[in-house]
């Protein structure tokens, strides 16, 4: 189990590991638990909903061949989100250190041949990479929170490995 979100941001701060995060299924969801951590703003450039396939390419930059390889489920575009995004929320020029991505199905069906619940979540760190996949039960509000859970438990172990 992941430390409080509390604990987390305080690390982020402390490492001044700037960090952004671009959602799709958890639709902001990431973003506003690290927002409940007072002084997060020193740190956190922001999020973004790509909600939509296409955003997932324009506005973070998955590459659009995965894509429609692919689709929107797969642990490479969680991956490139994670990547990615770190340069599409730059601030003043500035990319930020620290990337996290999430993608799944929540339902009520199945996406690009994926099984409501598949999720994955993905954490970049410089120039290391972490996915994690999972399949995850229950309706879409409990996929999505779990969803939540497991990146940031992701991203604790990510933060405790690079210490």
């Not at 939509?52 to 390889?69: M, N």
């Not at 929107?72 to 601030?91: G, I, K, Y």
């Not at 996949?133 to 229950?138: D, H, K, P, T």
Request: hydrophobic letters at 50%.
């Amino acid at each position: 189990m992941t430390r409080p979100v509390a604990e987390l941001g305080a690390e982020l701060i402390s490492r001044g590991l700037t960090t952004a995060v671009a959602e799709s299924l958890t639709g902001g969801l990431v973003v506003a638990e690290l927002v409940t951590v007072p002084g997060i703003s020193a740190v956190l450039h922001g999020g973004a909903v790509a909600y939509a396939t296409p955003l997932k390419r324009d506005i973070v930059g998955v590459d659009a061949r995965l894509l429609e390889r692919h689709g929107a489920v797969h642990p490479e575009v969680a991956a490139q989100l994670a990547q990615r995004v770190r340069s599409a929320l730059a601030v003043d020029g500035r990319a930020a250190r620290l990337g996290i991505g999430t993608t799944g199905v929540a339902g009520p069906d199945p996406q690009d041949g994926r099984a409501v619940g598949s999720v994955f979540v993905a954490v970049a760190l410089d120039e290391r990479v972490e996915v994690r996949e999972l399949l995850l039960a229950g309706d879409r509000a409990r996929i999505r929170a779990d969803a939540v859970a497991a990146a940031l438990d992701l991203l604790d172990e990510v933060l405790e490995s690079s210490r």
